[in-house]
């Protein structure tokens, strides 16, 4: 499974962005997507997944605010992040769970400034 994120970038405050996130290969082999962040000097975390079925999870730091969707098979993941904050800063990475292991993009950069 190759993943490639794209759509990061600078924005201001209370503004939004979309990031997308491209799956190629054994893509059937996926069971989750999900996005990740990690800000300078911090750990890596979980911003938002998407089952299978459909099922999606937030931190709560991005709930009411993130939302994550595919497209019908896992061809496509968007991550869409609206009243972006200057916390929201940080590289973005997109990760696929699949029965193998999972696999991961590499980042997009999202800077989040006035």
């Known amino acids: 499974v190759q993943l490639q994120a794209s759509g990061g970038g600078l924005v201001q405050p209370g503004g939004s962005l979309r990031l997308s996130c491209a799956a190629s290969g054994s893509i059937f082999r996926i069971t989750l997507m999900a996005w990740y962040r990690q800000a300078p000097g911090k750990q890596r975390e979980l911003v938002a997944g998407?089952?299978?079925?459909?099922?999606?999870n937030y931190a709560d730091s991005v709930k009411g605010r993130f939302t994550i969707s595919r497209d019908n098979g896992w061809n496509t993941v968007y991550l869409q992040m609206n009243s972006l904050k200057p916390e929201d800063t940080a590289v973005y990475f997109c990760?696929?769970?699949?029965?193998?292991?999972?696999?991961w993009g590499k980042g997009t950069l999202v800077t989040v400034s006035s």
């Open positions: 998407i089952s299978s079925g459909g099922s999606t």
């Open positions: 990760n696929a769970q699949t029965i193998h292991g999972p696999y």
